[in-house]
């Protein structure tokens, strides 16, 4: 049974840090791309970064970019973000997905492409 399993999250203050995880069963994360969305109430879901384990390729939206760091332990099937100057407008609840199998966008993330998702973990930040 596929299964991606999200933990991590919580509250933190404005300009403070969270590791997220995501971890992996029923599958290798070498053949599927993992990305991280995240949704805030009333808002569509959003892509924030993604990963191919199976060449080190990353990607990051324009959201993530010079804050967040995507990474992957192929030996704990396992994709990390971890998530540093956090802001007041990324709280959300932060979904981990699979595309695949070997074959996935690298370049663009759209909800769609993901066939399989975790059930989200929470992010809160006070200012």
């Known amino acids: 049974e596929v299964q991606l399993v999200e933990s991590g999250g919580g509250l933190v203050q404005a300009g403070g840090s969270l590791r997220l995880s995501c971890v992996a069963s029923?599958?290798?994360?070498?053949?599927?791309?993992i990305g991280w969305f995240r949704q805030a109430p009333g808002t569509e879901r959003e892509g924030v970064s993604c990963?191919?384990?199976?060449?080190?390729?990353?990607y990051y939206t324009a959201s993530a970019k010079g804050r967040f760091t995507i990474s992957s332990d192929d030996a704990k099937n396992t994709v990390y973000l971890q998530m540093d100057h956090l802001k007041p407008e990324d709280p959300a609840v932060y979904y981990c997905a699979a595309e695949g199998p070997l074959e996935w966008h690298m370049g663009v993330m759209k909800a769609e492409h993901y066939g399989y998702w975790g059930q989200g973990t929470q992010v809160t930040v006070s200012s």
């Open positions: 990963i191919s384990s199976a060449d080190g390729s990353t």
């Open positions: 029923g599958f290798s994360i070498d053949d599927y791309a």
